[in-house]
């Protein structure tokens, strides 16, 4: 008789979870005899005093600190290799506190694995780089502060940096996983509309793709269905006010969760199609895009994964739905209202995002991102998503992508006809 695969979990860091969460901040640098911070977090937040509490915090302890704010949208190697890595060897920081979205932790990210090593940080992305390899230079720790419930790397292994070009790569390894995470869900009460509804997006996104990955195990699935629990209580309600402080906390776990799963089991094509929709002549935020191509993804995922869908559609619809009963359509039909009742990517079709199916096409087919992933997933026995998925396979769900998000503006633009 067969044994089970072995399998591979845990969280190898400390963290907080919950209103006033950012109050343990001191007693971590006391308790880690930290003495010297670098604050990395956005300009907005620092100019309108979102930080100020946490720089108040930081002055108190009696540490002293540097603040590094040039921080893009979509994180790049420049102001940081120009900018922050400097500035971090100059003074030698005992510790890395990250405030802020995914932008900002993933900027404190590259920051860290590059910081001491003296070589540049795309010297570290996933085709170079295995994420448990030892590095031959020491890495600092790093406390994460999110002000998203979105990305979950507060609590991952993974940064998306872009280079020189604007190509969005992937560094993936132990030593930029946060040694502490404070998530505190009174930091979310400020997100505008749509960036509460892209990063929340995000989160839901990434809690149903661990779940269909085939790398994924108890662990990880435990995590992804109690992530869609969440979701499916909160996200709308959360969206449409970020402050109420019952579904702030409950997408501030959501995101944790699946944060933890996408660590170890990691995602599937939804996030490798969105890599390309990022950048020109796109540049459509993540979690839009993300919102956008999940139909698309689910009905191409549907027939090799019902079972993990049914459960997926039971968790989010908090319903106990027979599988007999239960058809893909249905998970379809759910995140398609979603986007509607999110206005996800502003309720535009991709086409009126630059999409033309010709030249846009070829240029995402070229984008690294993904032909690492169809390298590694299209040969037979080898995929780690639902279905194997090549460069064929791979064109066909962005054409149905277009026609879903036609669909969307169109039905969007019926309901502003009939106010």
Same mark, same amino acid.
């Given at each position: 008789?067969?044994?089970?695969?072995?399998?591979?979990?845990?969280?190898?860091?400390?963290? #907080?979870?919950?209103?006033?969460? +950012? *109050?343990?901040? =001191? &007693? @971590?640098?006391?308790? /880690?005899?930290?003495?010297?911070?670098?604050?990395?977090?956005?300009?907005?937040?620092?100019?309108?005093?979102?930080?100020?509490?946490?720089?108040?915090?930081?002055?108190?302890?009696?540490?002293? #600190?540097?603040?590094?704010?040039? +921080? *893009?949208?979509? =994180? &790049? @190697?420049?102001?940081? /290799?120009?900018?922050?890595?400097?500035?971090?060897?100059?003074?030698?920081?005992?510790?890395?506190?990250?405030?802020?979205?995914?932008?900002?932790?993933?900027?404190?990210?590259?920051?860290?694995?590059?910081?001491?090593?003296?070589?540049?940080?795309?010297?570290?992305? @996933?085709?170079?780089?295995?994420?448990?390899?030892?590095?031959?230079?020491?890495?600092?720790?790093?406390?994460?502060?999110?002000?998203?419930?979105?990305?979950?790397?507060?609590?991952?292994?993974?940064?998306?940096?872009?280079?020189?070009?604007?190509?969005?790569?992937?560094?993936?390894?132990?030593?930029?996983?946060?040694?502490?995470?404070?998530?505190?869900?009174?930091?979310?009460?400020?997100?505008?509309?749509?960036?509460?509804?892209?990063?929340?997006?995000?989160?839901?996104?990434?809690?149903?793709?661990?779940?269909?990955?085939?790398?994924?195990?108890?662990?990880?699935?435990?995590?992804?269905?109690?992530?869609?629990?969440?979701?499916?209580?909160?996200?709308?309600?959360?969206?449409?006010?970020?402050?109420?402080?019952?579904?702030?906390?409950?997408?501030?776990?959501?995101?944790?969760?699946?944060?933890?799963?996408?660590?170890?089991?990691?995602?599937?094509?939804?996030?490798?199609?969105?890599?390309?929709?990022?950048?020109?002549?796109?540049?459509?935020?993540?979690?839009?895009?993300?919102?956008?191509?999940?139909?698309?993804?689910?009905?191409?995922?549907?027939?090799?994964?019902?079972?993990?869908?049914?459960?997926?559609?039971?968790?989010?619809?908090?319903?106990?739905?027979?599988?007999?009963?239960?058809?893909?359509?249905?998970?379809?039909?759910?995140?398609?209202?979603?986007?509607?009742?999110?206005?996800?990517?502003?309720?535009?079709?991709?086409?009126?995002?630059?999409?033309?199916?010709?030249?846009?096409?070829?240029?995402?087919?070229?984008?690294?991102?993904?032909?690492?992933?169809?390298?590694?997933?299209?040969?037979?026995?080898?995929?780690?998503?639902?279905?194997?998925?090549?460069?064929?396979?791979?064109?066909?769900?962005?054409?149905?992508?277009?026609?879903?998000?036609?669909?969307?503006?169109?039905?969007?633009?019926?309901?502003?006809?009939?106010?």
């Amino acid at each position: 008789m067969s044994r089970n695969a072995m399998i591979e979990f845990g969280i190898p860091q400390r963290l #907080y979870q919950g209103s006033g969460s +950012i *109050k343990k901040l =001191p &007693e @971590i640098l006391a308790l /880690e005899k930290w003495t010297r911070v670098m604050l990395v977090c956005g300009p907005t937040l620092y100019k309108t005093g979102v930080i100020a509490p946490i720089e108040s915090m930081i002055k108190d302890s009696g540490a002293e #600190y540097i603040v590094f704010t040039h +921080i *893009k949208p979509n =994180p &790049e @190697i420049g102001p940081i /290799e120009e900018e922050a890595l400097p500035a971090f060897r100059e003074f030698a920081p005992d510790v890395i506190i990250a405030v802020g979205g995914g932008s900002t932790l993933d900027t404190a990210k590259g920051i860290v694995i590059s910081g001491d090593s003296g070589r540049p940080i795309l010297d570290f992305t @996933i085709d170079k780089l295995a994420q448990h390899d030892r590095l031959p230079h020491k890495t600092p720790p790093m406390i994460a502060i999110p002000t998203t419930a979105g990305t979950g790397s507060e609590v991952g292994a993974n940064a998306v940096i872009g280079d020189e070009n604007g190509l969005k790569l992937v560094i993936r390894h132990d030593a930029i996983v946060p040694a502490y995470a404070l998530l505190d869900p009174d930091l979310l009460a400020g997100l505008p509309f749509s960036v509460a509804a892209a990063t929340a997006m995000d989160t839901f996104v990434q809690a149903l793709e661990t779940l269909t990955n085939q790398n994924a195990n108890d662990f990880t699935r435990t995590c992804s269905l109690r992530s869609l629990e969440l979701v499916g209580e909160a996200i709308r309600s959360f969206v449409a006010d970020p402050s109420h402080p019952v579904y702030a906390d409950k997408m501030s776990r959501a995101c944790m969760w699946a944060g933890f799963s996408l660590g170890l089991a990691g995602i599937g094509q939804d996030h490798v199609i969105t890599h390309p929709m990022g950048e020109a002549p796109f540049d459509l935020p993540h979690g839009d895009a993300c919102g956008m191509v999940l139909p698309a993804v689910i009905e191409y995922n549907g027939l090799a994964c019902k079972d993990l869908y049914h459960q997926a559609y039971d968790a989010l619809t908090g319903g106990h739905t027979a599988f007999s009963d239960f058809e893909v359509q249905q998970l379809i039909d759910w995140c398609v209202a979603l986007n509607g009742d999110l206005h996800i990517a502003k309720d535009k079709s991709f086409e009126e995002w630059g999409y033309d199916g010709k030249e846009t096409l070829e240029l995402m087919m070229r984008h690294p991102i993904m032909k690492i992933a169809i390298a590694l997933n299209e040969p037979q026995g080898q995929t780690e998503y639902p279905r194997r998925t090549g460069d064929a396979e791979y064109r066909k769900i962005i054409e149905r992508v277009a026609i879903y998000s036609k669909a969307q503006a169109e039905a969007a633009k019926a309901r502003l006809s009939e106010i």
